[in-house]
């Protein structure tokens, strides 16, 4: 009995300490997704195959941190993924106490993919129809004490609440997105040991049909609280795996924001071969300040930091001892100061061309952001791209420099296609109007529907397909008018005289 309980505790123990997650597949690449917001890491072991199920991983895993200051005072959110520590918790921030959720209650990824989006739009208004679970459970509106607003959804209705049986819907974005919600004020810092900021991550991971060899990423990083936090470094910490994970190189690309990893010999035994794989992340609409490696061991330069000075003096782009990295050899010599490891020749600082040379092994790197400030009640968006490549034939730098292209271009033309938002500043209404005044105007034709419901909600005139008539209302009073998009719906009050 005494044994029985044990067990029973021993796995019951296991069970807490579960990430939950979900796999995002791209087409050429399935990626783990966790609740804790570490990527491409599944219980410690490698999850981002190219291709799916040929146990080939691209990485070791991928975390973003923060850090920033107040009143001199340093604030760090970090993971090391190394060790499994996280300074983040599953979950949003209690909007009054600024304290995080419990993360039992909040261990969840959210997917949704936009086939279930476009069936439930289709058919909410069938009376057989039952919302699917993905789109029920879409964590839009925050209760009790959290945000009123957590993921993002269209609001169909117009009405402020996410509600699917009337048309409501996730605002994704690609073909499939995952949604994570984070904070860094539940627990002690267990990674960097540093100061909590209270802050939120909401993190949104998706695919685009363009992009099959890659996950694109959008996080906000929101700060709820009345402090204005400055010099803010957001980073992105990339532990390659690509096959075997033991005969690799990494280098970096300063024009185009890149780490990256490639074999450091001719064959990755038991994984790619000698196909010369590649992985990397890109970081999109920012500039890359700095690009360092991290070694996982106590090395002076390199080593994992411990503390949250030495997180922070790596996310600047210094060795965690303070040094700078200087050019050519490791990076750890007497070469010319320098932002960029083993950048080719990329560095616009630099005239000469320096790739790596010394022994494979394991590789991670650190790429840096710089924002000024991080305001009061404000945030900060910040974009990613992450993948690979099974096969190259030509030099890794230049394979590098057209993938990038490529993928940043697949991103610019989704941001353009993606989420038209009605033109409100194009829309007018002569208002207020007439009773049995038509009220259209060509600047309706870009809507997809217009609804007009009077002060109770009745609906008094429903007109679809771009097709309007004209619109007259019979009675005075104060109306609402709701016009959709594709995507979206935006209200307008119409007053009747
Ligand atoms: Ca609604
Ligand atoms: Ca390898
Ligand atoms: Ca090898």
Redesign the pocket.
Known sequence: MKLLTVIFTFFSSCLMAQINGSTLQSGKLAMRINADGQLAIENGMPASEMTNNSNNHLFRFVNVWVSGYENGKLSIASTNGFKNLNDYSSGPLDSVTLIGANPDNWNLVWTVSRDEINAHRRSFRDQDYSVIESIKNWPANGFGQYNTYLAPFI?????????PA???YPDIRGNVSSFFILNDNYKEHKASGGLPFKIEIYGMLYVLPEAPEAVYAKYYIVNPTEKTYSDIRISLHTAFQLGNSNDNYCGTDAVNNVAFAYNGDEEDEGHFGTQKPLAFSMILDNKVESIIQISDDKDAFSGMPETAGEYRTLMEGKWKNGTSINFGDDGKGSGKTCKFIFPGSTDPSQTNNWIENGFPGERSLLMNVEFPTLNRYGYLEFNFVIGGLEKTVSDPYKEIAEISNKLKAVYLQYNLIAEPQPDVSGFWVKNPSGINENINNESFEKFQKISIIDASGRVILSQNSRQFYDIKISEKGIYFLILTTENQSITKKLIIL
């Open positions: 609001d169909y209705d117009g009405d402020g609440k996410y509600d009337k048309g409501d």
